[in-house]
């Protein structure tokens, strides 16, 4: 299913680009120690309910949001838009923090645990792990708090949303039939034999009116019942003439647009009007024709279940935000 992207993926990804691990503890008296410490390691950019988003977290997140941008897009009015636009969403990542840190599971620690030997377990050696720790500035203990409060998050979305809502296999069949283009896995083809009367991008008037004199005539020859394969060894002018003209199978973007309409309009069996490209005049006939393929819905039934339920997911995860924002305290940090 290529065309189908999560509506979740954002908050995934920012919250598992490594930051600032201040933010593994929540609601404990040293929280203002913390964001006093960590302004002078990570310069504070606001806090969120009394905790800190630091200018790293905040350059992660634009970090992530400028290569989805065209090159051409990236002016300084776009990049202070984004750098509002990564606040804020660092600010909904701490929001569902502090509401996931109010209700662990009972085995959280050891899902912190299996979570944490999996992203170890990437690297070939611990050599290796500790070296990209080094890279991040992060020493093992600040990765997994880091990793801490990336499993609350996870855990607070899919048990408070993700796990509630229902997808019906009517819902599931009717998103498949109107986006059935994208469970596509190869396109339709199309077998087609031609005969090519050259035409000279130089050619004189008297040289284009012989052509196509001449291409109308082997028209009415394979029209009137004549074998086209025949008159296209006897009379093409392309390198497919030994084959009878064949071109064998061909798809949408392989040939001149003219040639390309012309083809895709006939039926079976049919031979087209004479169609001008840049290479000359040319009469095709349709030979067969491989229809698309698509993935059954059996296969990607629960694909289609898990990006419905995003979608309804993320709708009631911006209300909740919403309303979590407004009684919210959300101070920016003053660096001058």
């Known amino acids: 299913m290529r065309k189908m992207i999560p509506t979740l993926l954002l908050f995934t990804v920012a919250i598992s680009m490594p930051c600032s691990p201040v933010r593994a503890e929540v609601g404990k008296e040293s929280d203002k120690e913390t964001v006093k410490e960590s302004s002078k390691i990570d310069p504070l950019v606001l806090t969120v309910n009394g905790i800190p988003v630091t200018r790293s ?5 634009i970090a ?7 090159k051409h897009m990236e002016t300084e009015k776009l990049k202070a838009k984004t750098e509002e636009s990564a606040r804020d969403k660092m600010v909904e990542i701490t ?47 600040e990765y997994r708090n880091f990793l801490r409060r990336e499993l609350i998050v996870n855990n607070f979305i899919k048990t408070t949303y993700i796990d509630k809502i229902t997808i019906t296999d009517q819902e599931i069949a009717d998103f498949y039939k109107e986006k059935k283009d994208g ?6 083809s199309r077998k087609v034999s031609h005969i090519l009367v050259p035409v000279d991008a130089k050619a004189t008037d008297d040289q284009k009116k012989a052509a196509r004199a001449k291409a109308d005539r082997l028209h009415d020859r394979v029209v ?22 064949s071109l064998d199978f061909i798809s949408k973007g392989q040939m001149p647009p003219p040639f390309e309409k012309a083809a895709y309009a006939l039926k079976k069996g049919e031979i087209s009007g004479v169609v001008e490209t840049p290479l000359g005049l040319h009469i095709i006939q349709l030979n067969d024709i491989s229809a698309a393929e698509f ?42």
């Open 95 to 141: 929001l569902l923090f502090q509401a996931g840190s109010k209700s662990l599971p009972a085995d959280f620690d050891k899902q912190l645990e299996e979570l944490f030997q999996e992203k170890r377990s990437k690297f070939t050696t611990v050599a290796g792990f500790e070296f990209n720790l080094k890279k991040l500035g992060m020493t093992e203990a």
């Open 57 to 61: 977290d905040v350059d992660r997140i």
């Open 183 to 188: 469970f596509k896995i190869r396109e339709e």
């Open 295 to 336: 993935e059954t819905l059996a296969n990607v039934k629960e694909k289609i279940k898990d990006h419905l339920k995003n979608i309804e997911a993320k709708k009631r995860l911006n209300s909740y935000l919403a309303t979590a924002k407004k009684s919210a305290v959300i101070t920016v940090a003053d660096n001058k």
């Open 224 to 245: 009137k019942g004549e074998d086209f394969a025949e008159v296209a060894r006897k009379e093409s002018s392309d390198v497919t003439a030994r084959l009878g003209g």
């Open 64 to 70: 992530l949001m400028v290569t989805q941008l065209p």
